[in-house]
């Protein structure tokens, strides 16, 4: 088969056989397509602090076997409790604050991969 005639534009006056080349190699394919990212929004400043106030600037993690809290004040990160990859919002009452440990066990648990 000559598939230089592909590439030079006259495929419209080839065989059929090119035909079937165009088809067969430029068809959509059944491999799902990766879905589009929503844009990150911001947290603002504002709503941080008011967050880091109300969890009195310490983890909010709290086995849910012991019901122990975490009072960890070390690396503590605004966490969405329903994960903005999985449609979560940036509301108040979808945010927590979590220490890096528990924002990490919490993303390990929901089936959400750390990548970099």
């Known amino acids: 088969m000559n598939y230089s005639s592909v590439f030079d534009g006259e495929h419209t006056k080839s065989s059929a056989s090119n035909s079937t080349f165009l088809t ?6 059944e491999i799902p397509r990766r879905q589009v990212k929503r844009p990150r929004e911001y947290i603002s400043i504002h709503k941080r602090r008011e967050l880091f106030r109300n969890a009195q ?6 086995d849910p076997k012991t019901g122990t809290k975490c009072t960890s004040k070390y690396q503590l990160q605004v966490d969405h409790i329903q994960a903005w990859s999985l449609g979560g919002s940036n509301n108040i009452g979808n ?9 990490s066990l919490a993303a390990k648990q929901a089936g959400l991969s750390l990548g970099k």
């Open 24 to 29: 067969q190699s430029f068809a959509a394919t």
């Open 57 to 62: 600037y310490c983890c909010e993690y709290s």
């Open 95 to 103: 945010l927590r604050v979590l220490c890096r440990a528990h924002n």
